[in-house]
């Protein structure tokens, strides 16, 4: 069994940051590709980002472009994502996901990752 634990969540105001971590355990890690998604309330999830088996394919969502990034310690079995300059509107719960992905994008869908953590909650405050 694949185990996926997230940690890092919490509030924060607009302009802040949040580092998120996954850890994983039950497989190596380093054949998981790993992605990050989101869901806010009312709202459907999404894509928020990822990165390949290699750490060489790294995608992302235009909202969050140049404000979150993404990187993974295969050392450590983890995965990050830092999030910066926060805006109310990345208000949302977020989930870490694996899969045995050859190449990762930005409209690979959900259902092709086949791990998931508890997700975490981040709330951004105006």
């Known amino acids: 069994q694949v185990q996926l634990v997230e940690s890092g969540g919490g509030l924060v105001q607009a302009g802040g940051s949040l580092r998120l971590s996954c850890a994983v355990s039950?497989?190596?890690?380093?054949?998981?590709?790993m992605g990050w998604f989101r869901q806010a309330p009312g709202k459907e999830r999404e894509f928020v980002a990822a990165?390949?088996?290699?750490?060489?394919?790294?995608r992302y969502a235009n909202s969050v472009k140049g404000r979150f990034t993404i990187s993974r310690d295969n050392a450590k079995s983890t995965v990050y994502l830092q999030m910066n300059s926060l805006k109310p509107e990345d208000t949302a719960v977020y989930s870490c996901?694996?899969?045995?992905?050859?190449?990762?994008?930005?409209?690979?869908?959900?259902?092709?990752?086949?791990?998931w953590g508890q997700g975490t909650q981040v709330t951004v405050s105006s």
């Open positions: 996901a694996a899969g045995n992905l050859a190449y990762v994008s930005v409209d690979t869908r959900s259902e092709q990752y086949d791990y």
């Open positions: 039950g497989r190596t890690f380093s054949s998981l590709a």
């Open positions: 990165v390949s088996r290699s750490g060489t394919s790294i």
